[in-house]
């Protein structure tokens, strides 16, 4: 399941640069939670899945749809929408991992809990990753493209995923990913659809707009959010955001199979220490007596 959510997540900015230019990222992405939020209550109906019973889990749920709906995929579009690479915007919501394991191993530090601390080989993982990240998306930056405006968007978008993941980890309770990913996006749409309508573009139609939107739904949504709710359900924090480092090498590396991007030996070397680097903070430490 962590390779499939890999893959699939991966494709996000590569769907934005087919999507973006035929139409405002706002407009783009409440039509998106509007046909996703369809398609689970249909899916939700269809099993008779059980909505959570307490009313903190709906808030709990409303805010994480915020932070990894809106906050997250917004500021993401906006950037690439503002003209930041999709390369680039990876990379930097690729330092996800960094700032999630450090607030774990501070936030563990104070109260002797030693079950959210990173391990020093952890430490040594996240390094790597890192390294390898820079080397595959390093040619991508420095051209220009970089704005105070989009650079603080794609900063958005790493601080709304961060916290959004933490926040779930820490105060919403198991439920079925259906019913919660409905939930999920109501929120996001509460929040997105009102800003959209301070947008002026068109939509324009495209064949390029329909097949990116009809991803967006049944791949990105339907498809990849879930496997990010499951994975944090079931998995450490560090560990599952750890998973974030793989996404940019994919990126780049579905780049140059689909637009014919440079695909050079440094790159090749950061997917290698990208993948290594996950495998030390993923792999659980045998304990000893």
């Known amino acids: 399941m962590p390779w499939v959510f890999v893959l699939i997540w991966s494709t996000g900015f590569v769907v934005a640069r087919f999507g973006m230019p035929h139409s405002p990222p706002l407009t783009f992405l409440s039509m998106r939670y509007g046909l996703s939020l369809l398609c689970f209550l249909g899916w939700v109906w269809w099993a008779e899945v059980p909505w959570p019973r307490e009313r903190a889990q709906w808030g709990h749920l409303a805010v994480v749809g915020m932070l990894l709906h809106a906050g997250y995929l917004g500021g993401v579009w906006a950037a690439v929408k503002a003209g930041i690479g999709a390369g680039t915007v990876a990379l930097l919501v690729g330092l996800q991992p960094v700032l999630t394991a450090l607030w774990m191993s501070w936030s563990s530090r104070g109260n002797g809990d030693s079950h959210g601390r990173v391990l020093p080989q952890q430490w040594l993982g996240l390094a790597l990753g890192l390294g390898g990240l820079t080397l595959v998306v390093w040619h991508k930056l420095g051209g220009g493209e970089v704005t105070h405006w989009n650079l603080a ?7 709304s995923i961060t916290i959004g993941t933490l926040y779930q980890k820490r105060f919403v309770a198991p439920c079925d990913v259906r019913s ?12 997105s659809a009102p800003l959209a309508l301070f947008e002026t573009e068109p939509v324009v139609w495209h064949p390029q707009m329909i097949g990116a939107m009809a991803w967006s739904v049944l791949a990105l949504t339907l498809g990849g959010s879930s496997l990010l709710y499951l994975l944090i359900q079931r998995g450490a924090a560090t560990s599952v955001t750890s998973l974030m480092y793989l996404v940019p090498p994919c990126t780049a590396a579905l780049a140059w199979l689909l637009f014919g991007e440079a695909f ?11 993948a290594s680097g996950v495998a030390l903070v993923v792999r659980t430490p045998t304990r000893t007596a």
């Open 264 to 274: 050079t030996w440094s790159m090749a070397l950061g997917m290698v220490l990208t």
């Open 180 to 191: 919660a990913s409905a939930i999920q996006l109501l929120a996001a749409l509460a929040v």
């Open 153 to 159: 968007l794609a900063i958005f978008a790493l601080f």
